[in-house]
């Protein structure tokens, strides 16, 4: 048997960079420093 795994999380990040090129790698910054030691 397999087992589902429901434990899926949706984040938006809305900012001024976006379009911007250096956009992403703001994202990835924000997850990594606040949003997941937040919720770890």
């Known amino acids: ?3 589902l795994d ?3 999380y ?3 990040i809305i ?3 976006y379009g911007a090129p250096y956009a992403h ?3 990835d ?3 990594e420093r606040y949003i997941l030691p ?3």
Request: charged content about 5%.
């Open 25 to 27: 790698l703001q994202a």
């Open 10 to 12: 949706n984040i938006v």
């Open 15 to 17: 900012a001024s960079a």
């Open 1 to 3: 048997m397999y087992e």
């Open 6 to 8: 429901l434990n899926v």
């Open 29 to 31: 910054q924000i997850m």
């Open 38 to 40: 937040a919720i770890l």
